[in-house]
C-alpha cells in the first residue's frame, strides 16, 4: 500500500506522545524510590540548584541571542526578504528557529531535572545492591533519551505538516544548533573547569579523596557532569539528530515527497519505538556486568530497528531494498565506530594497558603514547564514515537522479536512528558518576563506593559510544549540507537573475582550496579557544578554593562548610564568558571567507572544516578517554597502583584529556553546524558580494 | 630580448658549478682553522664517525629500496610500457630517478662531512668570542646550503636538457622524494630517540649535565643532530625544491615551453645567486645578536632576489610582471610563515612565557596551553599559504590559458628561491648545537659555554623559520600536483581508448569525499607511527644505558669510558626498523584507495592528506619549538629557574615536543610525497581498475 501523509504525520506525533508517556512514567517510578540519607539529599539539593543557576543564566544569554538570530532569520530566509515574496515563509522559518531552541531547552532542562533526581536514589540504591542501582540510574537517563528523541520526532512532524515544506526545517534545525552551541561548549566548559580544580587542589595538593565535601569545588564538580554531560550531549544529539532528519525531508521534497518523505518520517518513527523497546526491557543480569548490560540494550535496540524497517520495506509499496540497505550501512558504521571507540578506550582492551604501562616511564610518554594512539584512532572511524557514504550513495543511484545523495542522507538517518538508546546510556553516565559522589559524601561505606565505582567505569566506556555516533552522523551530513548549501546558492544566483550556476567545488580551484585549508584550522583554533578557556577558568577557581582554605577556619578540618555556590559562580560566569569569543570567531571567519572568496570558497571551507573536525574530535574525545581509563586502571591495581609514579604519570594525562574529551572534542560538531548556519543564512550575501569570488 | 634556452641551460650549470666553488672555498675555509683540545677533537671525531655508520647503513637500505622502485619506475612511467611507446622514455624516466636519489645523497654526506668538521672548530672559536664562532658555525651549514640547491639547480637543468622533457623530471623528483623519507623520517627516529634516552637518564634520573660525557647517549645524541638536521632537512628541502621546480617546469611545457620554461630556471639561477650573496655577506655585527644576524641575511637574499628577477623581467622580452607578482607573494608568505613561526616559538614573545608561567601549575598545564598555542599557530600560515595561491591564481590568470596554475606553480618556486640561504641557516643549528655539546665535555669553561648557549638558541629559533618555509612549499604544490595527477590519468585513460576524461575532483562526489576522509586521516596515522617509534626506541636504549652505568665500573665517577657505540648502533637500528612499518603503511593506504575508489578518490585523497598535513605539521613543529623555548626561557632564570615546579612541568614538555618537531612534524612533508609518488606511478592501473571507480 502507498502511505498516506497525513496518517504518518499522525503516527509520528503518537509515537512521541508515547515516548513522552514512558519518559514520564518512568520519571514518576525515579521519584516514587525513597531517599533517607539526610547529608545526601542535602547534597543533592546543592546540586539541582547549581545545576538550575547555571542553565538558567545560560538560557537567558541564549535567549537574547536567539532572538537576535530569529530576527535575522526572519530578515534574511529563506531569500532576503527585500528581495520580494510573501513575508509568510519569513514568519515561518522564524518561529520554527525558535521552536528549534525552546524544544531543545525543555528537553535539556527536564532531563537534568531527573539527573538530579535520580544521582542520590542511585546512590542509596547501590546500598541495596549493584541491580537496583543500575536500574535507577538507566532509568533516570532513559527520561532524557525519550524526551529528546520525541522532541526531535514531534517537532520535524509539526513543522512539516503546519508548513508544508521542508525548507522550514533548517530553521528548526538551526534552532536546535544555536542551542547545542551554549549547552554543549558552555556545560563542557563549566565542567572541566570545576572538574580539573578539584582535582587539582583536592586530590593533588591536599591530599583528600575525589568528592570530599570539604573541597569547594566538589558540587560545582557534580553540577559540571550534569550541565555538560546529560543536557550538553543531549543538546548535541538533539541537534545531530534533526539535521540528519531535516536534510532527508528536504532532499525527499526535491525528490517529489510522498514516499520518500514518508519512508524519513516512518524510519524515525521505528527508531524511536525501537529505542523504548530497548529501554524498557533495559536490565541487568544475575552476574551483572554493566557495561555489557548497557551495550546488549543498544545492540538489541539495533536488532529491533531493522527487523522494523524491514517489514516496513516489505508492506510500504515503494519502500525500497537500497534505501533500507543504506540505513543499515549508517547504522552498522555507527556500531563500528562505537566498537573501534570502546577497542581504544576500555581498560579490558590492550591500548589502554600499554598507556598504562608507558606512565612508568614518566608523564611525557603518558602524554606521547595516547596522543599516539588517539591519532590512529581516527583512521578507523574515518574510513567507516567513508565507506559508509560511498556505499549507500553506489546502493542508491540506481533508483534514479538524486536519489544517491539521498541514500547518504539516509545513512545518516540510520546512523541516528536509535539515538533515543544512545543519549539514555549517555545520561546513565553522569547520574552514576553522580551517585559516587554521593555515595563518598554521605558515608554509605566502602561497599556501596564500589558499587557506584563499577557503575562508574561503565558509563565511562559508553560515553565513548556515544560520542562516535554523533561525530559519524557529523561527517555523513556533509554531503547532504553541501547539497543544500548548493541549493540556497543557485536560488540566489537565480533570482539574481543569473544564470551560471554553481554544479559542484572542485578541489582544483584554488578559491576551493582557499576554503579547505581555513575550514581545516578552525577546529584546531575553536578547540584550542576552548581549551585555553578552561585553563583560564580553572586558574580563577583554583585561586577561590586557595581562598577558602585559607580563610574558612575549620575547612581542612571538616568542622565548617565551604562556600559552594562561589565556585558555581565562577564556572558558570566563566564557561560563558569563555564561550562566546570562540564562538565569534567562528562566525567572524566564516563571514571573511564568504566575503573574500564567494560561494566557492564556502564550499571547500565546509568540507575542510568537516574533515579536520572529524579528525581532531576523534583524536580527542578518544585520547581523553583512553588516558581516563589509564588512570583508572592503574588505581584499579595495575602498574604500582595509587602513589606510584605511573599513577602520578597517568594523572597528568587524565588532565590533559579532561578538556580533551568533555569540552573541546565533543564540542567540535556543534562548531560544524555554526559555520554551516553563517553559511547558508548569508549565502545570498556571498552571491552578491565577494572580493574574489 | 627573448631567452635562448641554451644559453639559459648554460648559465643554470655555471650557476651550480659558482655554487659548489664557493661550497668548497668555504669548506676549506672551514678544514683550516685550528683545533687544539684533544678531548673535543677526539669527541667529534666519534661524532662523525657515528654519523658516517648510520648514513651508510641508511644508504645501503636505501639503495636497495631505491633500485626496487627504480624498476618499478621503468616498468610504469610514463606510461606502462606494455602499452607501447619507445623505450626511451622508460630508460630516462629510471635514470632520472636514480640521480635524483644520488644528488641528494651526495649532497646530505658532504653537507654531514662538513658539519661534523665545523663543530669543534666552532667550539673552540667560541673560546674567542662569540664573532668568529657564529661564523664558522654559519660558514659550515653554508656548505650544506649551497651544495642542495647546486645540485638541484644543476640536477634538474641537465635532466630537462639531456631529455628535451618536462615530464622526466618527474622521476628525477621521485628520486628526491625516496632519499627524503629516509632521511627525514629515519634521521628524525635517529635524533629523537638519543636525545630522548640521553635527557631521561642523564638530567632526570642521574641528575648530570646536558652533555655530560659520562653518558653512553651523549655521542648518539649529537650524531643526532647531524643526521636529522642537516641531512635530514637537507633532504627535505633538495626534494621541495625539485619538486616546485619540476611541477612548474612540467606546466611551462604545457604552456609551449620557451618563455615560460626560461622564466622557471632564471628564477631558479637568480635564487641561488641571491643566497649566494647573502651567504658571503653574512656577519655578526659588533654588539652581536645571532638570530638577528640570521634573520638579516636571509631578508638581504629576498631583497636580492626580488630586485634581481624584476631587472631579469625588465630585460627579457615576453617575462611578465604578472608571474613576478605571483612569485613575490610566494615568498611574502613564507617570510610571514617564518615570522608568524617565530611569534609563536620565540622567548622574547608573550606565547612562550605564557606557556612558562602556565608550567607552574603542572605539567598538564604545559600540554594543554602548548596544545592549544600549537593549534591556534597554524591559521596564520594556513591563511597565508590559502590567499597566496589565490592571489597568483588571480594574478595570473588574465595571461591566458593555463596560467592561472602556472602562476601558483611560480608563487612556490619564489617561496623556495631562498632555499639556499634557508638550509644554511638551518644547518647551523646542529653545528652550534654540537659545538655547545663539545664546549661542555671538553671543559672549556663558563664563558664559553654561555657563548656556545646563546649562538644555539638563536639555531632553535631559525630552524622554526625553515619548517615554515618547507611546510608551506608542500601546500603551495598541491594544485599543480593535483593538476599533474590529473594529466597522467587523463593520458591513461586516452591510452586505453577512453573519451570520459577527468576535469576536476568535486568535493559532492561521494567518491572524491571518501579519498579526502582517509587522506585526512593518514598524516595523523603516519605520524602517531613516528612517535611509537621513538618511544619504543627509546626505551631500548635508556635499557641499555640502564645495563651500562650498571655493569662498567666507574662510569658513574668518570673514570671508566662509555660504550658510546652500543647505543648509535640501538639508535640506527632501531631507526630503520620503525620507519618502514610507517612508510609501508602510507603506501598501502594509498593503494587501496586506488583499487578501490579510482582516480577520482585519489584525487581526493591526496587534498585531504595536504590539508591535514599541512594543519598537523605545522601544529607539532610549532608546539615543540614552544615547549623547547619555554624550558630554555625558564633555565634562563624565570618562573623560579632550574628546579622549580616550572621547570620540572617544562622539561616534561620539551621530551613532549621533541619527536612532535624533529620527527612527525617535519616528516609528514615526505609522507605528503610518498603519496603523491605512489599516485603517479599507480595512475595507470587505478584508471583500469577499482571497485567503486
Known amino acids: 500500500m502507498e502511505p498516506s501523509l497525513t496518517a504518518i504525520y499522525c503516527l509520528s506525533f503518537l509515537t512521541a506522545v508515547v515516548a513522552f508517556a514512558f519518559a514520564a512514567y518512568l520519571y514518576l517510578w525515579v521519584k516514587r524510590q525513597k531517599t533517607v540519607n539526610e547529608t545526601i539529599l542535602n547534597v543533592s539539593t546543592l546540586i539541582k540548584q547549581g545545576a538550575n543557576t547555571f542553565m538558567s543564566r545560560e538560557y537567558k544569554i541564549l535567549a537574547l541571542f536567539a532572538a537576535g538570530l530569529a ?26 528557529y525558535i521552536a528549534g531552541t525552546v524544544l531543545s531547552a525543555v528537553a535539556g532542562k527536564i532531563g537534568v531535572l531527573v539527573a538530579t533526581l535520580s544521582n542520590a536514589r542511585t546512590a542509596e540504591a547501590a546500598g541495596k545492591g549493584i541491580r537496583p542501582a543500575f536500574l535507577l540510574g538507566f532509568r533516570g537517563g532513559a527520561v532524557m533519551g525519550l524526551l529528546v528523541v520525541g522532541c526531535s520526532l514531534f517537532g520535524v512532524a509539526a513543522v512539516l505538516w503546519i508548513a508544508g515544506d521542508a525548507s522550514i526545517l533548517l530553521g528548526f534545525s538551526f534552532g536546535a544548533s544555536s542551542l547545542a552551541l551554549f549547552a554543549k561548549a558552555g556545560g563542557g566548559i563549566f565542567t572541566k573547569t570545576a572538574d580539573v580544580s578539584a582535582d587539582l587542589t583536592g586530590k593533588v595538593e591536599l591530599g583528600i579523596p575525589e568528592d570530599d565535601p570539604r573541597n569547594p ?129 576500555d581498560d579490558n582492551k590492550p591500548i589502554v594497558r600499554r598507556v598504562a604501562h608507558a606512565s612508568g616511564t614518566g608523564p611525557a610518554f603518558t602524554i606521547l603514547s595516547g596522543t599516539a594512539y588517539g591519532f590512529i584512532s581516527a583512521l578507523p572511524a574515518m574510513t567507516g564514515i567513508a565507506a559508509s557514504a560511498l556505499v549507500a550513495y553506489k546502493l542508491c543511484a540506481p533508483i534514479g537522479d538524486g536519489y544517491a545523495i539521498f541514500g547518504i542522507s539516509m545513512a545518516a538517518v540510520g546512523m541516528l536512528s536509535i539515538v533515543g538508546m544512545i543519549i539514555s546510556n549517555d545520561a546513565y553516565g553522569p547520574i552514576v558518576d553522580n551517585a559516587r559522589g554521593l555515595a563518598e559524601m554521605g558515608g554509605l561505606g566502602e561497599d556501596t563506593i564500589r558499587i557506584a565505582d563499577e557503575l562508574d567505569s561503565a558509563g565511562n566506556t559508553v560515553k565513548a559510544v556515544t560520542k562516535g555516533f554523533s561525530i559519524g552522523a557529523a561527517g555523513l551530513t556533509v554531503i547532504p549540507l553541501l547539497g543544500a548549501f548548493m541549493s540556497e546558492v543557485n536560488a540566489a544566483i537565480t533570482k539574481a537573475g ?10 582544483m580551484n584554488p578559491t576551493v582550496f582557499f576554503g579547505i585549508l581555513i575550514g581545516a584550522a578552525i577546529p584546531a583554533v575553536f578547540s584550542a579557544m576552548l581549551i585555553l578557556g578552561v585553563d583560564k577558568n580553572a586558574q580563577r577557581m583554583v585561586a577561590e578554593i586557595h581562598r577558602q582554605f585559607n580563610t574558612i577556619l575549620g575547612l581542612r578540618e571538616g568542622t565548617a562548610k565551604p562556600e559552594y555556590d562561589k565556585c558555581i559562580d565562577i564556572a558558570t560566569t566563566g564557561a560563558l564568558r569563555e564561550l562566546l569569543p570562540a564562538g565569534g570567531m567562528v562566525i567572524l571567519v566564516t563571514v571573511v571567507v564568504g566575503f573574500v572568496g564567494g560561494p566557492a570558497a564556502i564550499g571547500g571551507f565546509l568540507m575542510g572544516n568537516i574533515v579536520s573536525g572529524l579528525l581532531l574530535s576523534l583524536f580527542m574525545s578518544n585520547a581523553g578517554g583512553l588516558w581516563d581509563n589509564s588512570k583508572k586502571y592503574i588505581e584499579a591495581g595495575s602498574e604500582g597502583d595509587k602513589g606510584s609514579e605511573a599513577h602520578k604519570s597517568a594523572v597528568i594525562g587524565d588532565t590533559v584529556g579532561d578538556p580533551y574529551k568533555d569540552t573541546a572534542g565533543p564540542s567540535i560538531n556543534t562548531q560544524i553546524t555554526v559555520v554551516s548556519l553563517v553559511a547558508s543564512l548569508l549565502a545570498p550575501l556571498f552571491v552578491a558580494f565577494s572580493f574574489f569570488g
Open 71 to 96: 530576527v535575522i532569520i526572519f530578515v534574511l530566509l529563506p531569500s532576503p526578504i527585500w528581495s520580494g515574496g510573501g513575508i509568510g515563509n519569513h514568519l515561518a522559518m522564524a518561529i520554527a
Open 217 to 345: 569545588a566538589v558540587i560545582a564538580d557534580n553540577v559540571g557532569d550534569n550541565v555538560g554531560d546529560v543536557a550538553g550531549m543531549g543538546a548535541d544529539l538533539f541537534d545531530s539528530n534533526v539535521a540528519a532528519m531535516a536534510s532527508a525531508l528536504v532532499i525527499a521534497q526535491s525528490l517529489g515527497g510522498g514516499v520518500n518523505t514518508a519512508m524519513v518520517l516512518v524510519y524515525a518513527i521505528l527508531g524511536l519505538l525501537a529505542s523504548i523497546i530497548g529501554i524498557a526491557t533495559a536490565r541487568l543480569g544475575k552476574r551483572g556486568n554493566p557495561t555489557r548490560a548497557l551495550n546488549s540494550s543498544t545492540y538489541a535496540t539495533t536488532a529491533v530497528f531493522l527487523v522494523l524497517t524491514a517489514a516496513a520495506t516489505l508492506l510500504i509499496d515503494g519502500f525500497s531494498w537500497r534505501i533500507w540497505g543504506a540505513s543499515a550501512t549508517g547504522l552498522f558504521i555507527g556500531v563500528v565506530i562505537g566498537l573501534t571507540t570502546d577497542y581504544f578506550t
Open 498 to 507: 543569473g544564470t551560471e550556476l554553481v554544479t559542484g567545488f572542485d578541489l
